[in-house]
């Protein structure tokens, strides 16, 4: 059963567009939600988080909208650059538990063309 | 830099041959996980240490093992590796542990099972 989905494998977005990457949960106990990008033989790399306490987190051209009545976070990039092509993670935790109990999703790769 | 660092890139073993995976970091975090991730598949938490302390997730096989000798170094053992074991393996490090303390990767050892 799959906590944390990421409903969409890939997206394909002209450069200086907005890419919306989206991301759905199950679970009433995630309250804390991370995004992580991976480039091809990297690692994946801390990228935003967001608390429940929010519904938006803004860090440059990233910014996380969490919408908690429909368990649904997106992570908007403005405006999208080559650089941004990379496999986007989203995941999932409760704020009182333990980095160990991080949910990821399947992940959506973006492809942002020139 | 400060980094984790995971050794080799790439690992080819035969079929029930064991295999031993090395992770370092250079961040001094308390906080050492092994991933396991397969094409196109969440990451999977396989176990972590919070220091010493050693973490096994309830589905992580007994072909698996790990050591931490000490806060730098971390293994990954698998004694008798299987077709389905080839994988991504990932390290990631956590300097506190809890749930808003990003992860650091590594950039993985691909496992290849012939």
């Known amino acids: 059963d799959q906590q944390v989905k990421q409903n969409s494998p890939s997206l394909s977005v002209q450069e200086g567009r907005i890419s919306i990457l989206n991301c759905d949960y199950t679970n009433s106990m995630f309250d804390y939600f991370l995004w992580y990008k991976k480039y091809p033989a990297e690692g994946p790399t801390f990228l935003i988080s967001i608390s429940s306490i929010k519904d938006k987190n803004e860090d440059g051209r990233f910014t996380v909208f969490l919408n908690k009545s429909a368990k649904h976070l997106s992570l908007h990039i403005v405006p999208s650059q080559p650089g941004d092509s990379a496999v986007y993670f989203c995941a999932a935790t409760s704020i009182t538990g333990t980095a160990s109990k991080l949910t990821f999703g399947t992940g959506t790769r973006l492809q942002v063309t020139l | 830099d400060a980094m984790v660092i995971q050794n080799p890139r790439y690992q080819v073993t035969q079929f029930g041959k064991p295999v031993t995976l090395s992770c370092s970091q250079t961040l001094n975090h308390n906080v050492m996980y092994w991933y396991q991730q397969k094409s196109s598949q969440a990451p999977k938490l396989l176990f972590h240490?919070?220091?010493?302390?050693?973490?096994n997730e309830a589905d992580t096989p007994d072909n698996f093992q790990s050591r931490r000798p000490n806060t730098s170094f971390c293994f990954l053992d698998i004694r008798s590796p299987g077709l389905g074991d080839a994988a991504m393996y990932l390290c990631a490090t956590s300097s506190s542990g809890t749930a808003n303390s990003p992860l650091h990767f590594g950039n993985g050892t691909r496992l290849t099972v012939t």
């Open positions: 240490y919070y220091d010493k302390d050693f973490n």
